[in-house]
Structure formats: C-alpha cells, structure tokens
C-alpha cells in the first residue's frame, strides 16, 4: 500500500508562486514515476506534470515554462514549482503513483 500526501496549496494573486509537495510512504517507496494532475470544477483531471526515475521531466502544454519538477529521493517527496500563476490554474492538484493516489490540495489564484 502506497499513501500520497499533497500539500503547498493555498490562495495566491495572479503572477505569484507556490510550491506544492508530494510525500510518498508505504510499503513501495521508489518513486519510479509520479504525477501531478489537476481538475478545476466541472473540468476533466489533466496531467500537470510528469516526473520519471532517469528521466526528462514532461509538462501539460498550458504550463509553458511556468512550473518545475523536481523529487527529493532521501525524502520520497516530489516537489511542484509553480510560478507567473494565473486564474486558469486555480485547481484541486493531485499526486499520482502508480494506482494511487492523494486527497489533493487546493490552489485558488485571485486577485
């Protein structure tokens, strides 16, 4: 059994950042490949980014350079920087391992 912990989220203007935190524990704690998806209200779930185990990170293409991925393996967490927020992003971000998921953590961009 895999438990995934979101945190970071929060309200934020419209240009700011915030970095959220996925924390991996449980019996598989090598992070091969997590994901962060998000879904805004009454909007399908959409990858927001992709981090693989030796490989290149992989973004939505709405975040046009605006987010980073990076994993923290003494940790087991992986980290989503997100920077120049706009309202559009205003989303509940999920992290995703394998078949499991996080309860997810709300972002809000207004001004």
């Known amino acids: 059994q895999v438990h995934l912990v979101e945190s970071g989220g929060g309200l934020v203007q419209p240009g700011g950042s915030l970095r959220l935190s996925c924390t991996v524990s449980g019996s598989t704690t090598s992070m091969y490949v997590v994901t962060w998806y998000r879904q805004a209200p009454e909007k399908q779930r959409e990858l927001v980014a992709l981090w693989g185990s030796g490989n290149m990170p992989h973004f939505g293409d709405f975040v046009k350079g605006r987010f980073t991925i990076a994993a923290d393996n003494t940790n087991n967490m992986v980290h989503l920087q997100m920077n120049d927020l706009k309202p559009e992003d205003t989303a509940v971000y999920y992290c995703?391992?394998?078949?499991?998921w996080g309860q997810g953590t709300q972002v809000t961009v207004s001004a």
């Open positions: 995703n391992l394998h078949e499991f």
